[in-house]
């Protein structure tokens, strides 16, 4: 470790004495790894620029080793890439989130008492199919089978979903609600409301569960974070959020005990080059 983030290209007796110096002037670890994936990402994690603690390091750069070792290098330079990669987008999105999440979770606060928490359902639909609803285009061709079965089924749909689902006479069971961005709220604008119960992150959107009209059901934002919660404000339970709502709802799902479970509107593409469904805000 250095006090900056330069690189040195080593060559003949200036290289060698510049790593000398290093190994003898600064704190030090060796690090032996065949496998250039995990190396790579296990320096990523000795690093880490998302530490308060983090100064900078300086990397000193051995041209013959790399052509030495041509595959490992170039896959170690791969991996440890995506790996400060992520690192920055970690920084990035507290840096964007970080205020506005710890604002909803205070608010959201007052909306939990009378309400139950995702650990009371826990295996509760074991046995029992479902379906899960995302704001894919091929949505509007499933619109009058879901009409049809919405009684039949368990259903969990995204938030997105809703202007689209109610306009045709459907009602989800569960709707689900993670973004913590206010803006959420205009999917969510609907009086035709009857037995759907909102399963919301305590980080979700403040203005989504205020304004929304029926049972609210908690969950916590990680593990972490609800055992540290316990003591004050009971389990509340968590599951694998992943990278969006339909993520979400697969997890919830699946904390439910349910196994048979059909995806609609999961496109994952651009349908006929439309990217959602009809009535997608």
Excluded at 25 to 53: P, Y
Excluded at 82 to 102: A, C, F, P, R, Y
Excluded at 225 to 230: G, K, P, R, T
Excluded at 269 to 280: I, L, M, P, Q, R
Aim: net charge positive; glycine share 8%; proline share 3%.
């Amino acid at each position: 470790g250095g006090r900056d983030r330069k690189s040195t290209r080593l060559n003949s007796s200036t290289g060698y004495e510049l790593v000398c110096r290093l190994l003898l002037e600064q704190k030090k670890m060796v690090l032996l790894q065949s496998d250039a994936t995990a190396a790579s990402r296990k320096m990523g994690s000795l690093i880490n620029i998302t530490d308060g603690a983090f100064k900078g390091w300086r990397f000193a750069v051995s041209t013959p080793t790399l052509a030495l070792y041509k595959d490992f290098s170039a896959q170690f330079v791969h991996v440890f890439g995506s790996v400060m990669t992520n690192q920055k987008m970690q920084i990035n999105t507290l840096d964007l989130h970080g205020e506005m999440t710890l604002k909803n979770s205070l608010l959201n606060l007052k909306q939990i008492n009378g309400n139950s928490y995702l650990s009371s359902y826990k295996d509760h639909f074991k046995g029992k199919p479902a379906i899960l609803i995302a704001a894919g285009p091929s949505l509007k061709k499933q619109l009058p089978l879901l009409q049809q079965v919405q009684d039949q089924y368990i259903l969990i749909a995204a938030g997105q979903t809703i202007k689209t689902l109610h306009a045709h006479g459907i009602h989800p069971h569960f709707v689900v609600a993670a973004d913590p961005q206010d803006a959420l709220q205009k999917y969510f604008d609907s009086d035709q409301f009857t037995r759907e119960i909102l399963l919301c992150l305590t980080v979700c959107s403040a203005e989504v569960v205020k304004r929304f009209p029926g049972h609210k059901v908690f969950f916590q934002y990680t593990p972490k974070i609800d055992q540290a919660l316990s003591d004050t404000l009971g389990t509340m339970g968590t599951v694998s959020l992943g990278g969006s709502v339909a993520n979400v709802s697969y997890s919830l799902a699946r904390y439910f005990g349910i196994e048979d479970i059909a995806l609609v509107g999961q496109d994952l593409a651009f349908t006929n080059g439309e990217s959602h469904t009809d009535g997608y805000v």
